[in-house]
């Protein structure tokens, strides 16, 4: 095996592709722990109440939003 | 992909990038698998084991199996909601 055999377009893509999974993992992973503090409040029961997993998709979402207001904030800046 | 298929190239050459890759994947399989579980230890063990006793009473290790599945369930919750914009 030749190093240069790390630095050929296929084995770019595996790593921006790899890249990109870590990314999405860590975002997924970082909801999760900020949205449970949030919406798991009392002792996980053997399933969601509805508010429970209301909470936690609208969490999601609303830090998505939130994310985006505060890069317009910003970029308003500049 | 297709130069693997192809067994006249230098199949050994080729092969090891393959491992390579696997390799790299397994690596980051193992680590994903482990932050994921120091999490959970830590979420979990803030709900369920409050006042630690001399050992893990049946009330708190249901509390742990049940909350590593609420986990595991959050986990899905959020990446579907990361996916479908609203």
Redesign the interface.
Known sequence: ??LS??N?A??QK?YSE?QQ??M??E???K???E??DKC?TG????K?SSSE?NC??N???RY?EMSMLIMKRFQSMQ | MDSFSNPSAGSS?QL??QD??KQ??NQ?ALE?AQ??LE?VGK??FE??VTKPGSSLGGSESS?IS??V???I???G??????FTS?
């Open positions: 095996m030749d055999d790390l050929t296929e084995m595996f790899e999974r870590a999405v993992n975002m997924v992973a909801l999760t722990s949205c449970w798991i002792t996980p029961g053997n969601f997993s936690l998709s969490c999601a979402h998505l | 050459q090891s990038a390579i890759r790299l994947k980051l994903y932050q994921f999490t979420k979990c709900k369920c509390c049940r909350c599945d609420r986990y369930e959050a986990t919750i959020i990446s579907k909601a990361l609203q």
